[in-house]
Each structure stands twice: as structure tokens, then as C-alpha cells.
């Protein structure tokens, strides 16, 4: 293809500071390669072995992840066309809540494959013509509802791959139409409420953030997912399972806890507490039970939920108070302490026997709140306090005083319980609509949490999306070889230009099990050739093989050794009985991984979506930043001048 040689824009058209390209060359392989540096980012992050990235964002806060979602929200992505993907990926995260990665990814190689072509010589548009058509082909095999439409060519098809074999036409048609219209899913949940269904999608989902402790993690969502799943399952939502992160120990101390966790203990501080004489202030104080306050548990309680601190009213204007005698010094509190008295009096009259805040509590108040036993519980973040009020059925209020009947909430059981050394709030209903369940993670480091949290999040997404479509495709890069492999033969019998675009779709799903083998220490071009062997076999049990990302300790180790060594591997493997016999590639349903097909569906919708969007460009006009030039940042060598 001619190079073209780029005009320079009229100077009276824009402003000064405006850029301007266009052109194949200046617009779009500009984009395609700012997507695919984007794409080989994360690319490294996929799968069971993926890479973790560390990204320290704008506010100097730390990430160690391998999860897309995260390392593409906390990086600054400037370049217009990589913003689209990011925007693809999330709204994949949105869509589905996993994936994230394979959006990115394969978006990332449609671009790549669609470069080769335009410097064959195509034009976008035909590339992009050839891709819609692609993209619809993949999702309706990918449904299980393509099928052949012409007969003659399926036979012409067949005469030309089998020039040798002399069959009647019907056997040539019927074999292209088991080739190209088996429903590529391997099974389907019915039962939602059966743990070992929901296992096989979770448990292959957590694995690609967290491998190791696939099975740990797996168990404990099923065991949260099951606690609270209604009866009508497709009311299932995710916001009822909530994740709550306490250091220490290690992430075998995790559990699940029924209801809604507070990682501190309610706010009590009792004058009998530090003066065991005034009894009579807090007559149900007993110190054997309670050694730091009065109110640890209550049940059947009315809930009120403040949003404003519990404490006297501070003035917008400092004052001076001028004090005579002793008695003036007495009774200069007491007015603060009798409206005080009488706003947690009315809190009592009404029934409240429970009051969260999101703000501070004073000394003054939790004194009063403990002699009308009323327990306080402080939440200092927004998100869980209003999802407090939508347990609760409460109305978070902004000023200090009894709320309505309609503002109030109403909790079955409030309590107090010990987890590893920390004293934590337990909120539990037993309404079914209203029902809660946290799973207290436990670990050494904040970031190893954050990491955990990720995977517990992505189960109980994948949860999500099995009530909508139980359907499930093999996992391990099975899927999309078999997608290349029924997309091939599409375009093989498409006349016309697009048949190049078709096979260059197809050659782009290539790019999961390529990365799976690159990730895991494979090599991945004799591991595809080996999913090819396999997938174009007569037999049906060729679609499910996928990557063995596990075989690289023990082949991997034997093949790279010496004659002498490998034998003494060999023979060190069958001493303990452990088989030598894989080559990269297993059945991905007999090992039990499997890959929701809904996340596949949008995934590749999305993707393609980004992709044609970005080759539909054909100029970028940049106008000038506005603002001045920006202050220089302050270095820790300077001093105050």
C-alpha cells in the first residue's frame, strides 16, 4: 500500500494549539497501536497464572492486582481511542461483573489483525464490514442456533477438504452441519440452589484471580450465596453479600458471618465503667458481664440512622462567657445537659432501641444513650450506612431528634461477636428480602485483602449471571477454539472480500489460549497446534480441550533438562505415581472448568463494538488545553521558601 503524505491543515480553519491528523496512517494505525499497547498491559494478567501489576495511582495509593478492572479504572488513560476500550471493559465490569480482561484483550487483537489487513490493502470500511458480519456469525454459533443455508456449497466445501472420499451429497451436508451448528454449551444450571451447579462456575472464575485458594474461596461464596438466596433466584442480589476485611492470621481463618458486619464494637462508655459507685446512674451494669459498657445485643429492635454526629451543637461564632461565682460555674452545663436529656428521651419514647450514626458520638451523648439503653453504633462510611437503611427499612436522617414511625427501621437480631482478637457488630434479619451475609476475609497485608475481595466479588457476579442464562461453555481457552475453528469454516464459503476479515476474526480468538500457555511458561505455538489436532478431530470430544496451565511443573522441568536428568525425572514421577503423559492441553469439562456463556456473549459484543468504533475513524481533531501552565509540584528536598 502507497504511503500517503500527510496535509498540513489551513491555518484559518482552527485555533492556534489545535491537532490535527487523518488519514490510515496518521488516524488509524495511530489508535490501533495506543489500543495495543493498552492490550499488552493486561494481556500478562490473564488467567490462573497471570502477572500482578503494581500501579500506584494519582493520589500515591498502592495496587498490587492482576485484575483488569481495577489496573484500567486506577490508570490515567489519556489517548482517545484507548479510552473507548476502557470504556467497553467497563461496561462489561457493569454488564456482567467478569471478563474484564478478555474485552480488552481480544478488542486489542481484532485491531492488531485488522492492521495487517489495511496494509494488504483494504479499506476500513470493508474490514469493518467483514467484522459485523464476523461478529454476528460468532454470537449465533456461540447460541447454538447457526446453521448452513445452501447445501451445494457445504458439499463443495466438503469435496474440496476431502477431495479422496466419494460419499452421496446428504453425508457431506449432514457432517458441515454438525460441524457448524452443535450448541457449543457442555451444560446448564436448573438448580440454583444446589451447591455443586453453582460451584463449576465459581470456582473456575476465582481461580483466574486467585489460584491456590480457588477451593477455600469458592466454598465460602457458595456458602454466603446459599444463606441468602431467595426463593424466585433471579431476585438475587449482589449487594446483599457484603465483604469485610480484617488483618491478620492468614486467608484460611476466612468465614462467613449471617448478616451485616461492622468491623468495631458499638460505642458505649458507661460512667459505672470507671466509677463502679454511681450504680444507680446505669442500674443494669454489671461489671463481671460487661467490662466496657452496658448495651452489647439486641433483638426485635427499632433502628434510627443519623447521617449528623451525636453531639451538643457547636456554634458558628466563638463567644465569650463571663462567670461571677461558683454557682453560676455549676449551672453554666446544665441547660446543654437537660436538651440533651430530653432529645434521647424522646428517642426512647418512641422505641428506638438502637441508633447508628455517621458522624462522631460525645461523651455527654453515649452517657445518655447507656442510662436509656439505647445501643449506638458508629459507621463512618456512606456506602455501607446507606446500605444499612435499605436492610433496616430506614430513613437516614440529617437532624438530631426522634424519627417518625416511617423512619424508623427494624432489625431481628444486633449483636457483639469476637473474630480473630477483633470485637465486631453483627446487623441480622430474618426477613427473606432483607437478608444479609458478610465474609470476613482475613490476611497479612491490606493489598493481599483487596486482592482476595476481587475474587469473592467476581464469584458472586458469576452467581449473578448464571440466574439469568444457567448455560455454561468449556473454560481454558476451549471455547474460542472452537469458535475458530466454526468461524473458519464461515468464512471459507463467504464470498467476496469479507471472507478475509472473517478469517482474521477468527485468527483473533486465538489470542486467549495463546496467553493462557505464554502466561503459564508454555510453549504456546506447539500448545496450539496441539488444540488444533484436537478440535478438528472427528469425534465431538475435541471441543472441550483446552491450556493445562498446570503441566509446567513437571513437563515443562523434564523436557528442558539433560538426556540424563530427564530420565531421572521420568522415573522420579512414576515413583510417586504422578503421570508425565500430558502435553499442554486437557479437557476442560473433565477438570471442571467451565466459563459462564453469558460473560463470553457480551465479551465479545463489547469488544467487537470497540473495535469497529476505532476503525471507523478516519481523522482525530485535538483542541488546545485549557488553562495555564501548571505550578511545578513541591519536592522533598525544598525548603519552606
Known sequence: MALRVPKSTLPQLFKEGYKFSQGVDE??????????????????????NGRNKMVINHLEKLFVTNDAATIIRELEVVHPAAKLLVMASQQQEAE???????????????LQNAEYLLRMGLHPSEIVQGYELAREKTLEILEGVYTIPSMNLSYDIFRAAFPILILPRPIPYLFMMALLSTELAVDKITD??????????????????????????????????????????????????????????SVHESRVVRGMVFGREPEVACV??????????????????????????????????????????QTETKGTVLIHNAAEMLNFTKGEESHMEKIFKELADSGVKVVVTGGGVGELALHYLNRFDILVVKVLSKFDLRRLCRVTGATALARLGAPTPEEMGFCDVIETIEIGGDRVTVFRQEDEKSRTVTIVLRGATS?????IERAVDDGVNVVKAVTKDGRLVPGAGATEMELNKRLLAVGERTPGLNQHSIKKFAEAL????????????????????????????????????????????????????????????????????????????????????????????????????????IL?????????????????????????D
Open 27 to 48: 488516524a488509524v494505525l495511530r489508535n490501533i497501536e495506543a489500543v495495543h499497547e493498552l492490550a499488552e498491559i493486561v494481556r500478562t494478567s490473564l488467567g490462573p
Open 96 to 110: 456482567v461483573g467478569d471478563a474484564t480482561n478478555f474485552v480488552v484483550v481480544f478488542a486489542g487483537e481484532l
Open 192 to 249: 440454583l440452589k444446589s451447591r455443586d451447579q453453582l460451584l463449576k462456575p465459581v470456582r473456575t472464575a476465582i481461580a483466574a484471580k486467585q489460584f491456590g485458594h480457588e477451593e477455600l474461596l469458592s466454598n465460602l461464596v457458595i456458602e454466603a450465596v446459599l444463606s441468602i438466596m431467595p426463593k424466585n433466584p433471579k431476585d438475587f442480589n449482589v449487594d446483599n453479600v457484603r465483604v469485610v476485611k480484617i488483618m491478620g492470621s
Open 272 to 313: 459505672a465503667a470507671i466509677y463502679p459507685k454511681h450504680q444507680n446512674i446505669c442500674p443494669k451494669f454489671n461489671i463481671i458481664d460487661y467490662p466496657i459498657g452496658v448495651i452489647h445485643r439486641a433483638e426485635k429492635a427499632k433502628v434510627g440512622i443519623f447521617t449528623c454526629p451525636l453531639d451538643i451543637a
Open 447 to 451: 493489598n493481599h485483602l483487596d486482592d
Open 510 to 613: 486465538e489470542v486467549i489460549p495463546r496467553t493462557l500457555a505464554e502466561n503459564a511458561g508454555l510453549d504456546a505455538t506447539e500448545v496450539l497446534s496441539k488444540l488444533y489436532a484436537a478440535h478438528y478431530k472427528e469425534e465431538d470430544g475435541g471441543m472441550a480441550v483446552g491450556v493445562d496451565v498446570e503441566v509446567r511443573f513437571f513437563k515443562g522441568f523434564v523436557m528442558s533438562t539433560s538426556v540424563v536428568s530427564r530420565f531421572a525425572m521420568t522415573n522420579l514421577l512414576s515413583s510417586f505415581n504422578l503421570k508425565n503423559e500430558t502435553d499442554g492441553t486437557q479437557d476442560a469439562v473433565k477438570a471442571g472448568i467451565y466459563d459462564v456463556l453469558t460473560a463470553k456473549y457480551w465479551g465479545i459484543k463489547y469488544a467487537t463494538d470497540a473495535a469497529l468504533t
Open 616 to 640: 471507523r475513524v478516519d481523522q482525530i481533531i485535538m483542541s488546545k488545553p485549557a488553562g495555564g501552565p501548571k505550578p511545578p509540584k513541591n519536592q522533598q528536598n525544598w525548603d519552606e
